[in-house]
Antibody, heavy 120, light 108 residues
Framework: QVQLVQSGSELKKPGASVKVSCKTS????????MTWVRQAPGQGLEWMGW????????THAPGFSGRFVFSLDTSVSTAYLEISSLKPEDSAVYYC?????????????WGKGTTVTVSS | EIVLTQSPATLSLSPGERATLSCRAS???????LAWYQRRPGQAPRLLIF???RRATGITDRFSGSGSGTDFTLTISRLEPEDSAVYFC?????????FGQGTTVEIK
């Protein structure tokens, strides 16, 4: 059974950093790309980008470069999202999701989301 | 970027009725790159339809997708109470990939 288990909620102060983990199981980690999606309070879903789990090459959506870093640890089948210099507007639920890219492109499995709250 | 506009924002229907959800794209999207998801309260989103019309594994045939170009539709036939959720479409053809804002389906 494919599972994406995300780390728990985080409360951070402005200017701090946070690293969200997404531990996968039930499939070969490097066979599927990983994507990240954000949902801020009262807002819709925003696609943040994706990372090739074979090469580690990331693709960032506009507005999600610089402070937003996608990384991998293939030895433990885990993807990470690190956000630095946190701002209150970064408060959101962050989802990792497995990305299908074999002819059809879509997300087939989602994590349950990690709530990041940025507040002084 | 491609804007996906979903309508209606909210749909309130009775069990057994049919729901028709629309996803309109600001530019042409190949059906290969159009998917629909369901998110029930407190749960992770779930894939329903990929390739505009292909049901994901384990999805009941009450859910069907159709459309091409700029107009796509998700139809839920014979609504059941567990269909109460937010439904959203996504295009993965043109960067940045985008989501519709969602349609909330309420079961009376």
């Amino acid at each position: 059974q494919v599972q994406l288990v995300q780390s728990g909620s985080e409360l951070k102060k402005p200017g701090a950093s946070v690293k969200v983990s997404c531990k996968t199981s039930g499939y070969t980690f490097t066979s599927f790309a990983m994507t990240w999606v954000r949902q801020a309070p009262g807002q819709g879903l925003e696609w943040m980008g994706w990372i090739n789990t074979n090469t580690g090459n990331p693709t960032h959506a506009p507005g999600f470069s610089g402070r937003f870093v996608f990384s991998l640890d293939t030895s433990v089948s885990t993807a990470y999202l690190e956000i630095s210099s946190l701002k209150p507007e970064d408060s959101a639920v962050y989802y990792c999701a497995r990305l299908m890219t074999y002819y059809y492109y879509y997300i087939d499995v989602w994590g349950k989301g990690t709530t990041v709250t940025v507040s002084s | 970027e491609i804007v996906l506009t979903q309508s209606p924002a909210t749909l309130s229907l009775s069990p057994g009725e049919r729901a028709t959800l629309s996803c309109r794209a600001s530019q042409t999207v190949s059906g290969t790159f159009l998917a629909w998801y369901q998110r029930r309260p407190g749960q992770a989103p779930r894939l329903l339809i990929f390739g505009a019309s292909r049901r994901a594994t384990g999805i009941t045939d009450r859910f069907s997708g159709s459309g091409s170009g700029t107009d796509f539709t998700l139809t839920i036939s014979r609504l059941e109470p567990e269909d109460s959720a937010v439904y959203f479409c996504q295009q993965c053809e043109t960067l940045p990939w985008t989501f519709g804002q969602g349609t909330t389906v309420e079961i009376k």
